[in-house]
């Protein structure tokens, strides 16, 4: 059983950075697509950023690039997120995700079957 598991959230000021980690085991990963998804309170869960975990392509979304960097280490199985210039926009419960029926990084939520149980960024203004 696959089980992902975050850490790295915290309270921080605007303009400031954050590494979030990922720890994943019980799986195989080459064949993965892992990814960052965020909710913030009483909004819908947002996509952020996506990897293929065998060749390391990336997909970002729109209001996190040029700011935030998704990789991964696969000698520790571990997935990163660097997040720099935060907003406070950007707080929210960030999550890690793993989908294993897809080789490259995508967006589609739904079609991501593992889930982390979240780790709290809050960003003040």
């Known amino acids: 059983q696959v089980q992902l598991v975050e850490s790295g959230g915290g309270l921080v000021q605007a303009g400031g950075s954050l590494r979030l980690s990922c720890e994943a085991s019980g799986g195989t990963f080459g064949s993965y697509a892992m990814g960052w998804f965020r909710q913030g309170l009483g909004k819908e869960r947002e996509f952020v950023a996506a990897i293929s975990w065998i060749a390391g392509d990336t997909l970002s979304a729109d209001s996190v690039k040029g700011r935030f960097t998704i990789s991964r280490d696969t000698a520790k199985n571990t997935l990163y997120l660097q997040m720099n210039s935060l907003k406070p926009e950007d707080t929210a419960v960030y999550y890690c995700?793993?989908?294993?029926?897809?080789?490259?990084?995508?967006?589609?939520?739904?079609?991501?079957?593992?889930w982390g149980q979240g780790t709290q960024v809050t960003v003040s203004s």
């Open positions: 995700t793993a989908d294993p029926d897809q080789y490259a990084p995508h967006a589609q939520g739904t079609e991501y079957d593992y």
